[in-house]
């Protein structure tokens, strides 16, 4: 910086020396300013700004003080002007950044810290951004690199030491390692987080004592943290679900009473209209009525030819389906029934799961195990999700084999003492059943309870609000049947369970929304469709409307616009047929989407989704949108319930893969083969509960359409959107400033013009497009932003064509 003393400040002597060299001036200013002194220089600024508008360090200033008193608009003014004139000054640089990122601009922030940092490796301020920057992309050898140059410097940072345990904690490194930076961090702050910090820190590594001993703590000393809450969260990861009911505990009368305490037994006609009243289950009904005739058809046939049984029958079931079908309902009313045939001394039924049935250590499995057959003795043991005792391939840490051999044995060995229910979800509990052939064997009955029909799913709901003194109207029970809909397509629905969630979730809504006002009787014991989150309006598509509006308002697209509308058409069409009781073909609606960028694909894929809800094709009607990242894994056997897992998200919406092309490569060692592998079967087997649209560049969907059969024979129609023209791309950037209030003078219209006319003339297959568009508004209005921010009286809402010609620079 030159010291010419013509640049000298005008500033008052008692705020420096006058024998203070100019830099040293404006360094010392410097200081105050980043200590919090910003509010008193910002008028000495403004008067030095008068008589030097041109001078780098004075703009620096000035943008300094603007950012420390959070004008951050006249900041970047300043900060930009003072880069302009010298763009090697790594602090302007920092303090650029720094204003990016404060505006969300991060790619910029990042661009100019980076710069910032490699004119001046030893600029804190610059490496400090940058690792945090790092840290949030999980680039973590990256920040922890910027981190340690932060700390060469600045050795007291407390924000950097707690900077260097997120890293560690996320790389799972060494659990000393972790808890050494928690202390390092201690000696220069403290802050709310660190406490659950140190509780992950043991929990990653398994040491669940300590983060119970810590928790226990944080409750006694800090009980209302927020830190202690989310301990708390964890804790509760760490707990068994339920408890086992084991009959062997101390009775609270008395040793001797509960050692002679039974059940009350049950009549079998009681137990059995118990069994025939619940809603639906007829398969189960009709497969344990049967069984209750076998049963006694044997006794019966036992006396009348005085044949002695030397060997009791095995009663050991699986129960397979989704959650909320009755399985543990069934599992109780099956023991009463056994107890009422004689077959189960007690008939009580102890319910529980792995964790329940699987220890920590060598040893502890098999005796937790037989305790537990312990307490089930006489009557029935219910393992849910039982499939998780099947042992993890590879893990030899797993005891869930140990459990399953104890158990094996004693459904042997005590078959006519007690009764083994396994139950879980179809596919595990085959799996299951598959790979362990001596518990197969031991397994006589195998009964599956299917989901619940719509009919038996209101019913439900019903008795519930009944049971809470409420009934449905005819119109809450269409919107019922709506909300229930939509949490049908979630993998493993949880039936009984979701419709109690649903009807809840209504009571509580009716009750906020009614609250304070003026109530009839019959408002107390009523619901309606606004309880269960629906507009009357909309239970039969009445919004159908309102989306081909928006579909219709959409710049351009003419061609795109009637293709939507004839495959709608198509599908209202096909509706109406079924609903007269005509045989239509299942509804295939996958679609490819080609184009450039920014031609509106995301945009209608949306629209569509919500559009096909509107008609009932869809359930949810939201998107997912993806890319070959979310899909494809690192190794081999991972990329295919990473794809199943998202395709699942997606059910009862549209499921959108940008850049689609990218799975395939033509080489069947690339893992996105077994991504479209997996695609292509859902989109077959589960046409009706997604809408699959790939969308991408025109030649390489063609590609890959072309190089896989099963993927073009599942695409139903395929949707060519055009690149915008000049015109169009004048109008969605001034669609896109007309709802902010912002007026694009005549001369910057046709600047406007010029530009899009020639980055139309010029365009390649990255053409920007509507994106394009947009982001010059957003930088357009950052110019003008800085033009405002020096002259105070121009108008806040004009565009210039100075803004537009600066943005493109």
Request: glycine share 6%.
């Amino acid at each position: 910086m030159e010291k010419n003393p013509e640049e000298t400040l005008r500033v008052e002597e008692e705020y420096f020396d006058p024998q203070t060299s100019i830099e040293d001036r404006l360094r010392g200013m410097e200081y105050n300013i980043k200590n919090n002194m910003a509010l008193s220089t910002v008028p000495i600024l403004r008067e030095a700004i008068k008589n030097h508008p041109d001078h780098p360090f004075v703009n620096y200033l000035l943008g300094l003080s603007y950012y420390k008193n959070h004008d951050y608009i006249k900041a970047m003014a300043y900060a930009q002007k003072a880069v302009d004139q010298n763009p090697e000054e790594d602090s302007f640089l920092t303090l650029l950044a720094q204003l990016f990122a404060q505006q969300d601009f991060l790619q910029e922030a990042k661009n100019y810290a980076e710069k910032a940092y490699s004119i001046n490796p030893e600029n804190w301020e610059a490496a400090q951004m940058l690792a945090k920057m790092a840290f949030q992309r999980n680039q973590l050898e990256e920040s922890l690199k910027y981190v340690q140059a932060v700390l060469k410097k600045k050795p007291s940072s407390y924000m950097m030491h707690r900077l260097t345990t997120k890293i560690y904690l996320q790389q799972e490194r060494e659990l000393a390692s972790i808890l050494a930076s928690i202390a390092t961090s201690e000696k220069y702050g403290y802050d709310d987080e660190i406490e659950y910090d140190r509780v992950y820190a043991y929990f990653i590594h398994g040491e669940f004592a300590e983060c119970r001993k810590i928790y226990e703590d944080l409750k006694r000393t800090r009980p209302l943290s927020h830190s202690t809450q989310k301990v708390a969260t964890l804790i509760d990861s760490l707990q068994p679900k339920k408890g086992s009911k084991k009959i062997s505990q101390p009775h609270p009368f008395g040793q001797e009473f509960g050692s002679s305490f039974k059940k009350t037994k049950r009549t079998l006609d009681h137990s059995l209209e118990e069994l025939n009243q619940l809603i639906g289950l007829d398969e189960v009904k009709s497969n344990i009525n049967r069984i209750v005739k076998l049963v006694e058809y044997d006794k019966r046939r036992a006396y009348m030819l005085s044949i002695e049984k030397t060997e009791q029958p095995n009663y050991h079931f699986a129960f397979s389906g989704n959650p909320g079908t009755g399985k543990t309902t069934v599992a109780r009313i099956l023991g009463d029934i056994f107890h009422s045939l004689g077959i189960l001394e007690t008939g009580q039924l102890v319910e529980v799961d792995r964790s329940d049935l699987v220890g920590s250590y060598m040893g502890q499995t098999a005796q937790k195990t037989r305790e537990i057959i312990d307490s089930a003795m006489g009557g029935v043991l219910f393992i849910d999700e039982a499939y998780s005792l099947s042992p993890r391939s590879h893990d030899q840490s797993d005891y869930g084999a140990e459990a399953i051999e104890v158990l094996i044995k004693a459904m042997e060995d005590y078959r006519g003492d007690f009764i083994v229910i396994l139950a879980g979800y179809d596919t595990g509990m085959k799996e299951l059943l598959k790979s362990n052939p001596g518990l197969s064997s031991r397994i006589n009955m195998q009964i599956v309870f299917d989901d619940f029909s719509d009919s038996e799913l209101l019913q439900i709901a019903r008795d519930q609000a009944e049971t809470n003194h409420y009934v449905l109207t005819k119109e809450a029970e269409k919107a019922f049947l709506l909300k229930i809909n939509q949490e049908k397509v979630v993998p493993q629905f949880a039936n009984a369970r979701a419709v109690r969630n649903v009807m809840e979730s209504a009571m509580r809504e009716r009750a906020y929304r009614l609250s304070g006002e003026s109530l009839t009787a019959e408002d107390l014991v009523i619901l309606e469709p606004l309880d269960f989150g629906i507009d009357p309006n909309q239970l039969f598509g009445e919004d159908l409307q309102d989306y081909m509006v928006q579909l219709q308002h959409l710049v351009g697209l003419e061609d795109v616009k009637e293709q939507v509308k004839s495959i709608i058409n198509y599908v209202r069409a096909e509706k109406r047929r079924e609903e007269l009781g005509h045989q239509v073909n299942e509804l295939a609606l996958h679609m490819v989407f080609t184009g450039n960028p920014g031609t509106g694909k995301t945009t209608i894929a949306r629209l569509l989704s919500k559009i096909l809800k509107s008609i009932g094709v869809l359930k949810r009607g939201h998107m997912i949108e993806v890319t070959r990242d979310d899909l494809v894994g690192q190794y081999i056997g991972q990329t295919g319930p990473k794809t199943l897992e998202k395709i699942k998200e997606a059910y009862g919406g549209v499921l959108f893969i940008d850049e689609a092309y990218s799975l395939y490569s033509g080489s069947e060692s690339d893992f996105g083969y077994e991504a479209i592998s997996t695609l292509i079967k859902e989109m077959e087997d589960n046409r009706d509960k997604l809408v699959v649209i790939m969308a991408g560049y025109p030649g390489e969907m063609e590609q890959m359409l072309s190089m896989n059969s099963g993927i073009r024979s599942r695409v139903a129609y395929t949707i060519d959107f055009p690149d915008y023209n000049s015109e169009e791309l004048v109008e969605i950037f001034t669609m896109s400033a007309s709802p902010q209030g912002f007026e694009i003078s005549e001369e910057a219209l046709n600047t406007l013009k010029k530009v899009f006319e020639e980055e139309y003339q010029t365009r390649d297959s990255h053409f920007g497009n509507a994106r394009m568009a947009r982001s010059l508004f957003e930088k357009t209005k950052l110019q003008q932003s800085n033009r405002l921010a020096l002259d105070e009286e121009a108008d806040l809402f004009e565009i210039l064509p100075e803004d537009i010609e600066k943005s493109i620079l």
